[in-house]
């Protein structure tokens, strides 16, 4: 049983170049995958191209097949939009890096929230005014309430990237595909959200595909890695395996960075430079 199948997942501009070539790859209930690669390698394209989000400049080819159980899974590529609404947060929900991408400058946090709630719960009145206020919660808002009554300009970024994974997860999808979700953030905040989404996924039984350029960050959140370059996969495997014996000169180099920085770190600490 799959959530997510994607099967040589080509992406073309209008001058036929490809910024996605042939990618395939599946995600399995509860299973968190993640997507790693240097800026430009194709990801936030494969990302969207399973949202049926891509630019309209693009298109996409191949096999794309996104639900499980109840939702039974269905071709996103060539869908109806009408098809893709009903899919979209409620078979997989996507967490961009910039939470104003998914949220409304000019509304109120909770007056946004209320639209997913009302709309695929059939929630109203005080039953939806509490669903709000627990979705904020379950994101770990401090003072949800002050959170629902604020423009996403009058918080911190931190808390608008909470506001924007509680959107994410009103619909409760099956699928969360997080696209460099912590990459804007200061590397304390950014913990505090690995954290989160790591408690959230494990919580809800969700499947997670987790999208970063830095191999530290998918490390903490994710047991198997694709790495993409150049809009290909070049390898794939347990996080463990490719920690321990990458074959691709690229991954090599990504591991032989990540373990170079955890050492000056390590070095650093020890000698109190940190
Ligand atoms: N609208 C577009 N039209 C044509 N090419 C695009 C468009 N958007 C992105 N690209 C190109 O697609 C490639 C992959 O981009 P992207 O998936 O955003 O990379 P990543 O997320 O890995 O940094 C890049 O070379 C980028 O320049
Ligand atoms: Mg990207």
Redesign the pocket.
Known sequence: MKVLEVKDLTVQ?GDGSK??SSVSFSVEPGERLGLI??????????ALAVMGLL?A??KASGGLLLGTGKDAPRQIIGAAEKDLNEIRGRVASIVFQEPLTALDPLMKIGRQLSEPLRRWKGLKGEGLQKAIISALAEVSINKPERIAASYPYEISGGERQRAAIAMALACEPSLLIA?EPTTALDVTVQAEILALLDTVVSKRGMSLLF?S?DLAVVSRITDHVLV?KD?SVVESGSLTDILRSPQHPYTRDLVASAKELDNALAIAKNSGGI
């Open positions: 501009s910024v996605v690669g240097e800026s430009g390698s194709g990801k936030s394209m494969t630019p400049e693009l696209d999208i350029h993409m809009g």
